[in-house]
């Protein structure tokens, strides 16, 4: 099971109901998570790595790689929340 995030949705980003998002407002969004959470998405999405291969790469049990993308695309979403809010 690979995530395939972003794949044939344009912009849009967790959290936005189809509104587009732009790449540096989402640069700005990842960049602010926590490193636990940039590294989990960096392997899963954006080296587009399975869950599977994400564990091994992180050498921890494939249940602990999808709670940790499952925060962390929360944590990204709320991130993504407060950029619009502030605007």
């Known amino acids: 099971m690979a995530l395939r995030m972003g794949k044939n949705t344009g912009s849009a980003g967790p959290g936005t109901a189809g509104r587009r998002v732009r790449p540096a407002v989402v640069a700005r969004a990842f960049q602010a998570l926590?490193?636990?959470?940039r590294e989990i998405l960096t392997e899963t999405v954006f080296r587009d790595r399975s869950v599977n291969e994400a564990a091994a790469s992180?050498?921890?049990p494939v249940d602990v790689v999808k709670v940790r993308v499952y925060h962390a695309l929360r944590a990204l979403s709320a991130a993504l929340d407060a950029t619009r809010s502030a605007v």
């Open 34 to 37: 926590p490193s636990a959470h």
């Open 58 to 60: 992180l050498g921890v």
